[in-house]
Structure formats: structure tokens, C-alpha cells
């Protein structure tokens, strides 16, 4: 018996369980992020704000990460031991799923330093900030990726489903560690950047209540709509990204930690990014909700009467 069917047999019934986890996130996030990419892409991408350029290119890498994940699923289910069983198949997936799983999250931080910017200190920097933070973040992502391939650093994780850092060797601590600041760089702008526009928020409100204090109740109200779903972004980027990402610095200190019970939980966990995200879209972006309502039917186009697609104005100030 291989190294490979060894691991599948130490991760029974675990692999399966996380197959058809994998199986309902991957097709649910597929769909959805193709009818929102759909939307807004009715309209030239020159019109597209910053904002919504950095969202659209969040959604394509969710989109990739789906695609990738399903691939591994349905190998995983079918026992196709080709696409992890070798060297060479093992790091051709730990690139192909981490990359874009990795733009990803760092994109999310860099939305939110973008809205952070113009709701809290009304500045709108020139495109090529965003980009050149995003390239940043990026570089670390590459550099990571290069040293792990170098020094073959990957390896099956306990699930069987992909392959990811072996912590057990340094190359493969390193890589983590470097995963780690990559992932928590990018939580620390969703937490300081909503954080602060949440601040922000309830300051204007109260500075309204003492100036206006025969503004009606509805009036009062609704800068708060903008908070809560800054908290709502907060508290939904912790709960699928904060398990993983603390299971990875735990297994550093203590590697035995990382069961094959516990990545499927975890992993199940981040996975729901590639929902989660496109979901958060919708709710910050009146545009593209209300598009995708109409594309479905569920709203009639002439009665449609949100800002064009790409304008500031979708993103309550």
C-alpha cells in the first residue's frame, strides 16, 4: 500500500465528509459568482470604479479557487490518486488551489482599506495604490510559492483532499509563517477598516441626534445600516478564516493537532469564502444585487432604480 492510499485510509470517513462539503460550497459559489460577474459585467470594465474592479477580480479568483476545488473534490470521491500521489502532481495543486485562495483574501483587506479611506477620510487615491498594495501582497505570495516548490516544501494534508505546507520539515514552517502574514495582513485591513468606518458611522450619527433633534426616527437610523454590515463583514471574515489560519500557527508549535477531523472542519470553514464573498458583495453593493435580482427575475427592470454600475453612490457613505 502507498504513501497516498495509507492517508485515505487514516482519513476515512473524514475525506468523504469533506467531499461532499466541498461538493455543495464549489457548485453553490460557482454559480453565484458567474451571475454576479455576469451583472456586472453588462457594462465596460473603463466604467468600473476601484472598488468595484478590485470586487470583480475577488470573484474571479473565488471563481478559479472553485473550479479547483471541485476538480480535487471529484478526484478525491473517485480515488483518482494520480493528482496528489507524485511530487510533482502534489505541488501543481498546493499552487493551483493556495494562489488564487490567497489573492483572494488579500483582496478582501484592500477593499477594505479602499472604503475605509473614502467613508472615514473622504480620500480616493489613485487606482495604482490599490494595485501596488495588492502586488505586494502578492510578491509574498509568490515568493512562498517559489520557496516551497524549490525546497519541496508541500505535502498531502491530513483530509487527502489537497496538498498544502509539511510542517514537519523547515521549508514547510516557513511557508506557513509566510502564510500567515500574508493572511493576517489582510484580516488586520478588514478589522482596522471596517472597525473605523463603524466608528465613523456612529460619530455622524450622533452629530446628527444633537444637531437635528426633530429628524425622524427612519432618518436617525439609517447611517446605522452601513455599521452593521461593516460588523456583519468583520464578524463573518473571523469565523471562516480564523480557524484556519490558527490551526496552521498551532500545528506549528505542536503538529499533532492537525487531524484529519479537525482540517476537514477547518478547511470546510474557509471554503465557504467562495460564497461568503460574493454574498458580501451583494449586500455592500445595492448595483449589483439589484442587477442580479432583475437577471433572475425576482425584480422588474423597469421599476429598477439603483445607480449605474461602477458609481460610488452604491456604497452607503
Not at 473524514?14 to 454559480?31: A, E, K, P, W
Amino acid at each position: 500500500m502507498g504513501y497516498y492510499e495509507e492517508l485515505r485510509d487514516a482519513a476515512y470517513p473524514y475525506n468523504y465528509v469533506l467531499d461532499s462539503i466541498t461538493l455543495f460550497i464549489t457548485v453553490s459559489g460557482i454559480i453565484l459568482s458567474s451571475l454576479v460577474l455576469y451583472v456586472a459585467f453588462k457594462r465596460p470594465w473603463r466604467s468600473f470604479n476601484i472598488d468595484l474592479k478590485l470586487v470583480t477580480i475577488t470573484l474571479f479568483s473565488d471563481l478559479f479557487t472553485g473550479f479547483i476545488c471541485l476538480a480535487n473534490c471529484l478526484c478525491n470521491f473517485f480515488s483518482v490518486s494520480a493528482y496528489l500521489s507524485s511530487r510533482a502532481a502534489c505541488d501543481v495543486n498546493a499552487v493551483l488551489v493556495l494562489m488564487p485562495f490567497m489573492t483572494s483574501i488579500n483582496l478582501v483587506g484592500v477593499v477594505a482599506v479602499e472604503r475605509a479611506l473614502l467613508v472615514v477620510f473622504d480620500k480616493r487615491l489613485q487606482e495604482k495604490y490599490y494595485y501596488i498594495l495588492t502586488g505586494g501582497l502578492a510578491a509574498i505570495n509568490i515568493a512562498n510559492a517559489l520557496i516551497s516548490l524549490i525546497y519541496d516544501a508541500y505535502t498531502i494534508q491530513p483530509s487527502t483532499m489537497y496538498c498544502l505546507y509539511d510542517i514537519s520539515r523547515v521549508p514547510g514552517r516557513v511557508s506557513s509563517i509566510l502564510l500567515l502574514v500574508s493572511a493576517f495582513a489582510s484580516l488586520g485591513m478588514v478589522y482596522i477598516g471596517y472597525v473605523l468606518i463603524v466608528f465613523k458611522k456612529r460619530q455622524r450619527e450622533r452629530n446628527i441626534r444633537n444637531n437635528l433633534r426633530h429628524l425622524n426616527l427612519a432618518a436617525q437610523h439609517q447611517p446605522s445600516s452601513t455599521s452593521m454590515k461593516s460588523l456583519i463583514i468583520i464578524l463573518v471574515s473571523s469565523a471562516t478564516n480564523l480557524p484556519y489560519f490558527s490551526l496552521v500557527l498551532v500545528a506549528l508549535i505542536d503538529s499533532s493537532f492537525w487531524t484529519p477531523a479537525i482540517d476537514t472542519i477547518c478547511t470546510s470553514l474557509i471554503m465557504l469564502n467562495q460564497v461568503i464573498n460574493t454574498m458580501l458583495v451583494l449586500l455592500m453593493r445595492y448595483d449589483l444585487s439589484d442587477g442580479l435580482k432583475i437577471l433572475l427575475g425576482l425584480k422588474d427592470k423597469n421599476l429598477d432604480q439603483s445607480v449605474p454600475l461602477g458609481s460610488n453612490v452604491s456604497y452607503q457613505k
